[in-house]
């Protein structure tokens, strides 16, 4: 079974919707690096990596097929982002 075992979260300074970014490690030994954490108009939320196509669309780097995993994986992610504000 795929587990969420550790998150490090860096929180960004400025102005901007990009609050930090989350490097996700899930058993049996998958890293996730840079998952973009947002402010949002209903708080803050999560997202897997993406990046920007040639054709101006932005596509996920990580596709999680499995939406128990990824919800998981998110929630985890905006809960060490807010223990990190916590500690900063």
């Known amino acids: 079974m795929n587990t969420v075992k550790d998150v490090t979260v860096r929180i960004l300074e400025g102005n901007g919707n990009l609050k930090g970014l ?9 890293l996730i690096r840079a998952c973009p954490i947002m402010k ?3 708080g803050s939320f999560a997202t897997m990596p993406k990046k920007l196509s ?3 669309r ?4 990580v596709v999680i097929e499995n939406e128990e995993l990824k919800t998981t994986i998110l929630n985890a992610i905006i809960s060490a982002y ?3 504000l916590v500690t900063a």
Request: hydrophobic share 35%; aromatic share 4%; no cysteine.
């Open 22 to 30: 989350a490097d996700v490690l899930i058993e049996p030994g998958i």
């Open 82 to 84: 807010g223990q990190a």
């Open 54 to 56: 040639r054709e101006g």
């Open 58 to 61: 932005w596509s996920e780097v």
């Open 40 to 42: 949002g108009k209903n």
